[in-house]
């Protein structure tokens, strides 16, 4: 079983920067998965970006490609997401996920765990 912990959210203002991380424990695949999702008021949950946890290759939801940057470090179990100039539009529920192998979808299949989620609240 695997756990996750996310942590990092607040509420900031149009223009700043926010870095979340999640935390990983128990045991996992030899090759995975981890992204992050987030849920904004009234909206279903979304994929935004994804970390191949071996090989470190990254995908990226169109609207924050070039503004949000996933990363993982290896060593301590945990996967990041910095957001740079962060929007309105991007207050949301922040989650994080795993994989329980190689095979996923931007629409959520394949990942077999899942955070609590930290909020992010971006204010104009």
């Known amino acids: 079983q695997v756990q996750l912990v996310e942590s990092g959210g607040g509420s900031v203002q149009a223009g700043d920067s926010l870095r979340l991380s999640c935390a990983a424990s128990?045991?996992?695949?030899?090759?995975?998965?981890m992204a992050w999702f987030r849920q904004a008021p009234g909206k279903e949950r979304g994929w935004i970006a994804a970390?191949?946890?071996?090989?470190?290759?990254?995908f990226y939801q169109s609207a924050v490609k070039g503004r949000f940057t996933i990363s993982r470090d290896k060593a301590n179990n945990t996967v990041y997401l910095q957001m740079n100039s962060l929007k309105t539009e991007d207050t949301a529920v922040y989650y994080c996920?795993?994989?329980?192998?190689?095979?996923?979808?931007?629409?959520?299949?394949?990942?077999?765990?899942w955070g609590q989620g930290t909020r992010v609240t971006v204010n104009s």
């Open positions: 996920a795993q994989t329980g192998g190689m095979s996923w979808s931007s629409e959520g299949r394949g990942f077999d765990y």
């Open positions: 970390i191949d946890w071996v090989n470190g290759g990254t």
């Open positions: 128990g045991r996992t695949a030899s090759n995975y998965v």
